[in-house]
């Protein structure tokens, strides 16, 4: 999933103090850190055409994977194709945190692809802003290809993917991580 792609460097702010608290220190903490950001393809469908498109934040020990979908509560668990970049981008599936138990995660990308303003909700409740991303310099084709986002692994301690869809990614990402070991050279 998601061959065709490019990372950049970025950096984010976290909204702290100007909004509700998650239950998460990465979320809850102001902060301003450099992290990695990866916007990809699902499929090599042809240019223009529509396509499920993926938004992959790395930051510190944590992966973020947003996929194009909707704000609304009951389509953000919806994989959406669009032909363009900007537009909402969500987790799908939950996140358990102390405060809110199941939180959602999501990012309203600007047009033009640079800027995104990360949100998160309840199961049904609203998107609430808690960070800010700016994407930087195109990171090389050879760092970009190297990339490989872990979900279920790099997780934060007070931010950690439950439920159906998490629990059935988990063996996906566990065959990955082992295909990339034995792949490496010696």
Request: charged letters at 25%; aromatic letters at 6%; a positive charge.
């Amino acid at each position: 999933m998601h061959p065709v792609g490019r990372a950049f460097t970025a950096t984010v702010e976290a909204a702290a103090g100007r909004g509700p608290r998650t239950g998460s220190g990465l979320l809850d903490r102001p902060t301003r850190r450099r992290v990695v950001v990866r916007l990809s393809k699902a499929t090599a469908t042809p240019r223009g055409w529509p396509d499920v498109l993926g938004l992959a934040i790395r930051w510190g020990r944590f992966d973020l994977l947003l996929s194009s979908s909707s704000r609304r509560p009951l389509l953000r668990h919806l994989f959406l194709p669009r032909r363009r970049v900007g537009g909402f981008y969500s987790s799908l599936a939950a996140y358990r945190t102390p405060r809110h138990g199941r939180l959602f995660l999501g990012a309203q990308l600007d047009p033009d692809g640079r800027c995104a303003t990360i949100a998160a909700a309840t199961r049904f409740g609203r998107w609430r802003p808690v960070a800010r991303l700016r994407l930087g310099r195109r990171l090389s084709r050879r760092r970009s290809a190297r990339l490989a986002f872990d979900p279920i692994g790099n997780t934060a301690p007070d931010l950690r993917p439950v439920g159906l869809v998490q629990r059935l990614r988990e063996p996906v990402y566990r065959g990955s991580r082992a295909g990339r070991r034995s792949s490496t050279p010696a």
